[in-house]
């Protein structure tokens, strides 16, 4: 049973669109059950579960079949989100006759809610004329299936619907998560490494017989190659191997592989896309070969598809046009790809894969680009030339956008710079309350690029310089000397005001291309102070950079992360003293600098005062306190709305933290995204956190908020949202208290709420 589950949740992933994929489901489906009917209804739009494919009832009934919730034994499936299971369906009172589809003559009935993500998508059903109920093994091979088939339906559902586009521009909607703040509209551009084959956008061609001389250039060009390969090898080649070198290149032949792309091209279809169909297709039919020598030439074929591929889009690479305002799609961005479109033109970033914490992530809150990662359901090759919003508030994006929904977002664009124009006017102003209580805000860098932006937006500091990021950006660990002049860098761009250096914190979701670290649980694992302190080789080296960058400035603090025990930070202390004490030694005029704890495990705001009596400041890490208070992975799109930072754990921890670091005369900042949050800034700042250190891009919100409130307003508001007890009403009061002011245009919550658009 397993296996033929394995092997059809397999087929139907690799099926094409939606309806092979439902074909495959009922057909493999009822011959595994050994039954007489099984068919698959799917929610439309209107809420109705429509008959979408069958096998066993009349095929003309498909698409002309549907029942509303609680409609029919179908409809009673999908409300009580339960399977039911019947030996004479008629006798049941949810009943009901469809003469179209003449299912009149079977007795039994099957049928389990296929639901994704708590949304019931549709309802499976196999049927028999023997009257017999299906017995215990069955229906939970059913509902097994069901549930592995619901992710696969989701997807093929949303790659179906932009298809379906193709004729009649459809506003349609993608969830992922949001990686960077603001709103862009504008042109989806697709983009992926040379030479992958399921990466290739979907095109049309101007002019069909230009592209196909074109792809017949390059097909020659790669049988060249292969005849070239094959002839170098030829004395070293048996018998065998040149016969696959002939097979090779019977399949580039022009009437082979060929002519089915020849096909497709003549019927508009870009040369590169319909290459890659024609490829995907072969190598899924020998991939499900039982031979295992037919299974192996899979890859051949993938080996071929990619060599021609790589002729087809090498010129269309040079001749690339970037439209002004473009947004960057792809399966995995990468900074580098980043760089291929002029600044100027790129508006916004969408990722399938990665987290609010991928480099890339990071780098768009730098510049500033409105961003949505970990779009999973995103049929992403599909979407190249269409318009698009990407709300990175939210982590949603939208493509075809109607009229309605076009207007809405190009509103809060326009807020958007008028509250930058706005808030151009704060640079100089000192972040304080009506009633003058001081709140520095700081912020957090790792690029030399956000070094600009955030003195442009008035950055009193470094809360957080992540210094893992210069790592990442190479392939082998920097030397001392090469990390004392990038941070040598970031402490005179800011000097004199502080800037405070993580030392390296890779592990978790951040590994080193030249490191890697493979765990099961990495974020459980061997990540920040934990792999430092077993290679102190790597520690002192960094901590020596630090303070030699230091000299004649003065300006730096040092902080550990992921400290979960006063041992750790001992250990950790040791070895900077014993840095410090050395480049003394060796003659260099530094200082000892602070040294500060990030609290970002739930035994670290546990022991809070234990850690700051026996250091110069803690910060509050509240991305990594958030994922393990809550036990929600900061990464996973599937679980990314329970990763709530107003949840009142959250609140509560963050609370005790400031207090117990003040009772032992530390000082308290917070350098997690929730500080740039202007609503949890002015929760902060009542709770009395000396410092919050942000994303430049929010600083001038969060300042703009502070200015507009008392210090008594926000502590007024604090007592109100601690006696809360879950994040929504958290949400709610804050909301309010802040419309009230006139701040709720500052928090980066679109006006109208949620309801205006979804
Ligand atoms: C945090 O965990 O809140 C933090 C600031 O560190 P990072 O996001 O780099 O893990
Ligand atoms: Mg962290």
Redesign the pocket.
């Known amino acids: 049973m397993l296996n033929s589950l394995r092997s059809i949740v397999q087929e139907v992933n690799s099926a094409r669109d939606l309806s092979s994929a439902l074909g495959i489901i009922v057909r493999r489906v009822k011959a595994v059950m050994k039954t007489e009917v099984c068919s698959t209804y799917l929610r439309d739009g209107t809420g109705q579960y429509v008959l979408m494919a069958t096998d066993g009832l009349n095929p003309a009934a498909v698409g002309n079949v549907s029942l509303a919730a609680g409609e029919g034994l179908v409809g009673h499936v999908a409300q009580r989100e339960e399977p039911i299971n019947l030996e004479l369906a008629t006798a049941h009172p949810k009943y009901q006759y469809f003469e179209a589809t003449g299912e009149e003559k079977f007795s039994s009935f099957l049928g389990v809610p296929i639901i994704h993500h708590r949304e019931v998508l549709g309802v499976l059903v196999i049927q028999q004329t023997e009257r017999r109920r299906f017995d215990e093994g069955e229906e939970a091979f059913l509902v097994t299936m069901s549930a592995q088939l619901a992710g696969v339906i989701a997807h093929a559902e949303a790659t179906g619907v932009l298809e379906r586009m193709g004729q009649h521009a459809h506003e349609a909607k993608f969830k992922g998560v949001a990686g960077s703040p603001g709103v862009a509209i504008g042109k989806a551009v697709v983009i992926s490494p040379v030479a992958d084959l399921r990466g290739v956008p979907y095109q049309t061609c101007d002019n069909v017989d230009l592209e196909l001389d074109f792809f017949h250039e390059c097909l020659a060009k790669a049988r060249k190659d292969v005849k070239n390969l094959g002839k170098q090898l030829e004395t070293r080649l048996n018998q065998q191997e040149r016969a696959l070198f002939d097979a090779y290149l019977a399949m580039l032949d022009d009437a082979s592989l060929g002519s089915e792309v020849t096909e497709r091209i003549s019927k508009g279809v870009s040369a590169a896309y319909a290459w890659s169909e024609v490829i995907l297709e072969h190598e899924r039919n020998f991939s499900s070969m039982n031979d295992a020598y037919l299974r192996e030439r899979a890859a051949d074929v993938r080996d071929l598809g990619r060599r021609v591929l790589a002729y087809l889009q090498e010129s269309a690479q040079h001749c690339r046009v970037f439209p002004e305002n473009t947004i960057l799609v792809g399966e995995e961005l990468t900074a580098s790809m980043l760089g291929e479109v002029p600044k100027e033109r790129l508006s916004g970033l969408v990722s399938v894969q990665g987290s609010s914490?991928s480099h890339v992530a990071i780098l768009a809150r730098a510049m500033g680009l409105p961003t949505v990662m970990g779009a999973v359901d995103l049929p992403f090759t599909q979407i190249e030339g269409r318009e698009v919003i990407v709300d990175g508030y939210r982590g949603s994006i939208y493509s075809d956008p109607g009229a309605t929904l076009r207007k809405h977002y190009e509103r809060i664009c326009d807020e958007e710079r008028e509250i930058v124009r706005g808030l151009e006017a704060l640079k100089e102003l000192p972040c304080e309350t009506l009633d003058k209580h001081r709140v520095p805000l700081w912020v957090?860098t790792g690029l030399m690029a956000d070094v600009v932006r955030s003195l442009e937006r008035g950055a009193e500091g470094v809360g957080?310089y992540?210094t893992e990021i210069p790592f990442l950006l190479r392939d082998r660990f920097p030397s001392e000397e090469e990390q004392r002049l990038i941070y040598r860098e970031q402490l005179e761009a800011f000097a004199p005001h502080t800037v405070t250096m993580r030392t390296l914190?890779v592990g978790?979701d951040k590994s080193l291309s030249y490191f890697p670290i493979e765990e099961e649980n990495p974020f459980l694992g061997w990540r920040g102070i934990r792999v430092t302190l077993d290679h102190p080789e790597i520690f002192l080296a960094q901590v020596r950079a630090m303070l030699k960058a230091s000299e004649g400035l003065n300006n730096m603090r040092i902080m550990l992360?992921m400290v979960a025990s006063v041992s750790e930070l001992e250990a950790a202390k040791s070895l900077i003293y014993r840095a410090f004490h050395e480049l003394l030694e060796e003659g260099f005029q530094i200082e000892l600098p602070p040294i500060g704890v990030?609290i970002?495990v739930p035994a670290a705001v546990y022991q809070a005062r234990e850690l700051a009596a026996r250091s110069d400041f803690l910060s509050?890490?509240?991305?990594?306190?958030t994922q393990y208070l809550l036990a929600v992975d900061r990464n996973n799109p599937q679980v990314a709305d329970l990763y709530q930072a107003y949840h009142p754990a959250v609140l509560r921890a963050l609370h005790q933290v400031v207090r117990d670091g003040h009772s032992q005369g530390a000082s308290v900042g917070i350098?997690?995204?929730l500080a740039g949050d202007p609503a949890a800034a002015v929760l902060l700042m009542a709770m009395g956190y000396d410092v919050l250190s942000m994303n430049a891009t929010n600083l001038p919100k969060v300042k703009k908020v502070i200015r507009n409130i008392t210090l008594q307003q926000a502590e007024d508001l604090l007592d109100e949202v601690m006696h809360q007890e879950d994040a929504d009403s958290v949400n709610r009061c804050l909301e309010r208290v802040l419309e009230r002011e006139g701040m709720l245009r500052f928090t980066g919550w679109p006006s109208g709420g949620e309801s205006a658009v979804h």
Request: include cysteine.
């Open positions: 914490n957090n957080l992540r914190d978790g992360p990030m970002e509050v890490g509240s991305n990594d306190l350098c997690g995204e």
